[in-house]
């Protein structure tokens, strides 16, 4: 038996080309992942340019998955009018509900997590940032000056088939060189805290080898991610610490939806 984990910035939906965002589109693509774990980047609760959806329930629908969490890293429009959604560090226990405990405060959009295996426990934390605006080439146009915004992580303990346990975590740094590798350790220190094995999903705005070098966790893909037509680095990582279960099977996989490619790893 396997255990797939897999991780996609989903773009909150968007098509590369016409940038309509499509619910029964992003719902294939991930079903067609089949991931028993699948950490999600760039998620849209209640957005309006995403017809108000709820992507993480979507998602976890077309997936199978019976468990999943949605963590904003922010309240309103990314890009627009927007605030940080809570304070910097470890999010309370009643924050992590599937059902939104703060829905009345309007649209969210951060990172989510779903689980097809049974989740023992989740954690979540929210990473500091600083509210700079940072040169970023943009559909390989001259670079535009960007506003950076919250990060957050969400992690899951689950239970493995046969037995055991395996702590995974997704998350979405920063793009501002310097902020993204403090993010990386925070993460990295706070996921250190729980119980092992660890595997951190996600994109993590850093280019090839750098997590690794940075935090000494090996990863499990070494593939270029992103552009999704034709990728020119690997900015989406599955970095793992005291994993012991083989990997039997990787894939970068283009679902056609999104500027990234999605990441999946079979387990043994």
């Not at 709820?54 to 890009?79: H, I, K, N, S, Y």
């Not at 350790?185 to 705005?205: C, F, K, Q, Y």
Request: charged letters at 20%; a positive charge; glycine letters at 12%.
């Amino acid at each position: 038996m396997t255990v797939r984990l897999a991780t996609f910035n989903l773009l909150h939906g968007m098509r590369p080309g016409d940038g309509r965002v499509d619910g029964d589109r992003l719902a294939r693509a991930v079903a067609e992942l089949d991931a028993d774990v699948l950490g999600l980047q760039e998620v849209d609760r209640g957005q309006p340019r995403s017809g108000g959806q709820d992507q993480t329930a979507l998602v976890a629908a077309a997936c199978g998955a019976a468990d999943w969490r949605f963590l904003p890293a922010l309240r309103g429009t990314p890009g627009q009018d927007w605030t940080g959604a809570g304070p910097v560090g470890v999010v309370p226990d009643d924050e992590l509900r599937a059902e939104d405990p703060a829905g009345d405060v309007g649209p969210g959009y951060g990172v989510g997590l779903v689980s097809r295996l049974p989740v023992r426990r989740w954690w979540a934390l929210r990473l500091p940032y600083y509210p700079i605006r940072f040169p970023v080439l943009v559909g390989g146009r001259l670079p535009l000056l960007v506003q950076d915004e919250p990060r957050v992580a969400v992690a899951a303990q689950v239970a493995l088939p046969g037995g055991g346990g395996l702590t995974v975590a997704t998350t979405h740094l920063s793009f501002v060189p310097g902020s993204n590798l403090r993010q990386l350790r925070a993460v990295t220190r706070w996921l250190g805290r729980l119980p092992g094995p660890r595997v951190l999903l996600g994109d993590l705005n850093l280019p090839g080898r750098v997590p690794t070098l940075v935090t000494g966790w090996p990863d499990l893909v070494r593939e270029r991610t992103h552009p999704a037509d034709v990728p020119r680095w690997q900015l989406d990582h599955v970095l793992t610490s005291q994993l012991h279960r083989p990997v039997v099977g990787t894939a970068v996989v283009n679902l056609g939806v999104s500027d990234h490619r999605a990441v999946r790893v079979d387990l043994a």
